[in-house]
């Protein structure tokens, strides 16, 4: 159960700076004066905090701004060095690991290949070793690294770091979290690769100013992920954005889904449903050279492959109507390595959408395409333990403040070096 805490200097002393740092890292560049008349704190109080971060070095002072005569004020800004997070997305037989810092940049990253049916203890090791070389690639220092994120396709427990089914790991109810943390000694966060793009979309990305917002990825499954008022909504046991099954083909000769019903979304615009309908096979785990083959046929205009894909991108755009209809959302991202035929299955997706979209004509619906590489995906892994940096501490997690823990990592290192 998640408790509040309840009312003491501590809680006032951690609401005020994460105020203060939520506010230097959305407005900054931004002044002292700006800051206290933005937060409604007063003036003393962003003197002591500002003085605290910069001399931990978790922001800087920049060059001033213009100002109407008089002394220019001194500016503030986040240290994206000052701390770094590390980002991991599983797949079936390999993992890709990015340092990121603070701003959610990826500064190293790495690829690491590992054995299909990996059991999980085997996983766990090979994660730990993967992260550590990772860090120790990028040059920074351990201490500044204060937590691992981990995607994963599947439903995922993420208040219990808790693995409850991977159809592609082959793993049920797996406790990855604890057993990462244990080992690693810093506070790990795992959930559904999905929703750890949409983290990544919600706190560093274009939802930054969008509460209400869908992300839909296409590729070898078709993934949803749902904020609503700013939090992603994980339905009652986390399993919530099953959108690859939603059934767009009521025919009877509709295409076999993997989950053994006939019709679904992810049967017909997935990669292996692209590809199982051009070739008649079904293509396996890896298909981008499968796919690559596929679009050098629909560029020399083979019509058959271009229907194919045609027939995608329309099914794809009712079923994106589907969810306008039910969640409203003020923006609609659409990504993943579907997207790699580009026009070829965005258009048909673009026209086929406002002619299903209830009551309107749909071109209110702000449909932004975005590019998702397999960095990207670990990106959104490292931005899970990065929100926990600005998130406001009025939860008892039983664990430091992240701001408490970057404070005390550069005061012990402004010690040694005094
Ligand atoms: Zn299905």
Sequence with gaps: MITTRTGSKRLLRDLN?????????ARGPISRTDLARESGLPAATITRIAGDFVEAGLITETGSEESS???????LTINPGAGHVVGVKLREDSMTVALCDLACTVVHYCEEPFASGIQPYQAVEAICVAVERCIAEAGVSRSGVFGVGVGISGLIDSARGLCRYSA?????????????????????????????????????????????????????????GIVVGGEIYRGARGG??????????????????????????EAIASDYGILRAATGEDPGHHVEDAMSALLVRAGNGDTHVRDIFARAGSALGVALANLVNIFEPALLLVGGEGLRAGDLITEPMRATLPQHVFGRSGEDVTLAVRRTTEVEWARGAASLVLREVFRTPIYDTGEEPVIDTLLATHHRRARKRG
């Design 17 to 25: 700076r994460s105020i203060a740092l939520n506010l230097i890292a």
């Design 69 to 75: 005569g008089g002394r220019r004020p001194v500016l």
């Design 168 to 224: 592609i790991l082959g793993w049920s109810d797996v406790e990855l979290g604890p057993a990462l943390e244990y080992k690693l000694r810093m506070q790990v966060r795992i959930d559904n690769d999905v929703n750890t793009l949409a983290v990544a979309e919600r706190h560093f990305g274009p939802g930054r100013n969008v509460s209400d917002f869908l992300l839909v990825t296409v590729g070898r499954g078709i993934g949803l």
């Design 240 to 265: 919530a954005g099953e959108f690859g099954h939603m059934t767009v083909d009521t025919s009877a000769d509709a295409p076999l889904c993997n989950c053994g019903k006939r019709g679904c979304l």
